[in-house]
């Protein structure tokens, strides 16, 4: 059975730092590309970062840019989020998703193309 499980969400202070992890079971997550999407109340999911599978291509948003850093590990089928510089508009639900091999380039943002879902970790930054 395919299953992502995301954890390392919390409440954190405006400029702390969260990790966040994605574990893969029932596949193997090497094989696959990995997408971290956010989704605050009343707003649409967007695209945060992805990491493709064969050629470690990696994509942020412009809004985490230089602050979020995505890496894997593929030997424990895990693909984590490093938040640093947290801000009060990054307070969301976090989801990380797959899809085969590759972000697919200027469309990895795009919810629609990736399969398998997490259920979600909520990361709430408030003073």
């Known amino acids: 059975q395919v299953q992502l499980v995301e954890s390392g969400g919390g409440l954190v202070q405006p400029g702390g730092s969260l990790r966040l992890s994605c574990a893969a079971s029932g596949f193997t997550l090497k094989n696959y590309a990995i997408g971290w999407f956010r989704q605050a109340p009343g707003k649409e999911r967007e695209g945060v970062s992805c990491?493709?599978?064969?050629?470690?291509?990696?994509y942020y948003a412009d809004s985490v840019k230089g602050r979020f850093t995505i890496s894997r590990d593929n030997a424990k089928n895990t693909v984590y989020l490093q938040m640093n510089s947290l801000k009060p508009e990054d307070t969301a639900v976090y989801y990380c998703?797959?899809?085969?091999?590759?972000?697919?380039?200027?469309?990895?943002?795009?919810?629609?193309?990736?399969?398998?879902w997490g259920q979600g970790t909520q990361v709430t930054v408030s003073s």
């Open positions: 998703a797959t899809r085969p091999f590759s972000c697919s380039g200027s469309l990895y943002n795009n919810p629609g193309i990736f399969g398998s």
């Open positions: 990491i493709s599978s064969s050629d470690g291509i990696i």
